[in-house]
């Protein structure tokens, strides 16, 4: 069946430092790549998202790259904030069906 | 523009009592998901309603099971309550335009189950 795998958090950086949250995923068919972020006390929120291979989602500095050979969207920000501190998850949305499946989300923490 | 709103915010019941949440979505949207987010595990999807019809569920038991109503709000209900239902349950609604399809959340309902 579809599914989402992510780095076990939480990650825990220092403000400025370079970020990587890996996501690979197994789908039948070609899929549309998501990332979504939870803010503390808050619902989802999609944050960026990459419709067919080779597509690049960016959104507040976020970027994340759809490959297809390695099967991967990988979640990058060149400076991390206090305030990117949340949960991320990605996600995977199969061509004409509007279900996501989800990762198991991982938990960023950034210290000052 | 309203979001997507759940109610209520907490919840507390004790093992085999029966838990009533609900969903209203963004204002035009027709479809209603439900995930549940277990500590540790992640979102799982639960059940899918559309048009007033439940269209797809997860891998639950049945005595999770819900409803929508004709103005498109949704419930969700738990049935024989069990410690491990506890978790934040997610309302989504689901909006298909031009071909991109954006889902938006809620912020839950965190039921404890004591």
């Known amino acids: 069946g579809d599914s989402v795998t992510q780095m076990e958090g939480p990650v825990t950086l220092s403000e400025e430092a370079f970020l990587t949250i890996n996501c690979t995923y197994t789908a039948t068919g070609y899929p549309s790549l998501f990332w979504y972020v939870q803010y503390p006390g808050e619902g989802l929120q999609l944050l960026l998202k990459?419709?067919?291979?080779?597509d690049k989602g960016s959104n507040k500095g976020f970027e994340a790259t759809y490959r297809k050979e390695t099967t991967s969207f990988h979640l990058e920000k060149g400076s991390v904030q206090v305030s990117d501190s949340a949960v991320y998850f990605c996600?995977?949305?199969?061509?004409?069906?509007?279900?996501?499946?989800f990762g198991s989300g991982t938990r960023l923490q950034v210290q000052p | 523009e309203a979001g997507v709103t759940q109610s209520p915010t907490h919840l507390i019941k004790t093992r085999g009592q029966q838990a009533t949440l609900r969903c209203s979505p963004i204002s035009g949207h027709t479809s209603v998901y439900w995930y549940q987010q277990a500590l540790g595990l992640g979102l799982q999807f639960l059940l899918w309603y559309d048009e007033g019809e439940e269209r797809n569920r997860g891998n639950f038991p049945p005595r999770f099971s819900g409803r929508q109503f004709p103005n498109y709000s949704s419930e969700l209900n738990v049935n024989a309550l069990e410690l491990e239902d506890s978790a934040l349950y997610l309302c989504?609604?689901?909006?298909?335009?031009?071909?991109?399809?954006?889902?938006?959340f809620g912020q839950g309902t965190r039921l404890t189950v004591v």
């Open positions: 990459a419709t067919k291979a080779d």
């Open positions: 989504a609604s689901i909006l298909t335009l031009q071909g991109s399809t954006e889902a938006f």
């Open positions: 996600a995977l949305r199969l061509t004409g069906r509007r279900a996501l499946t």
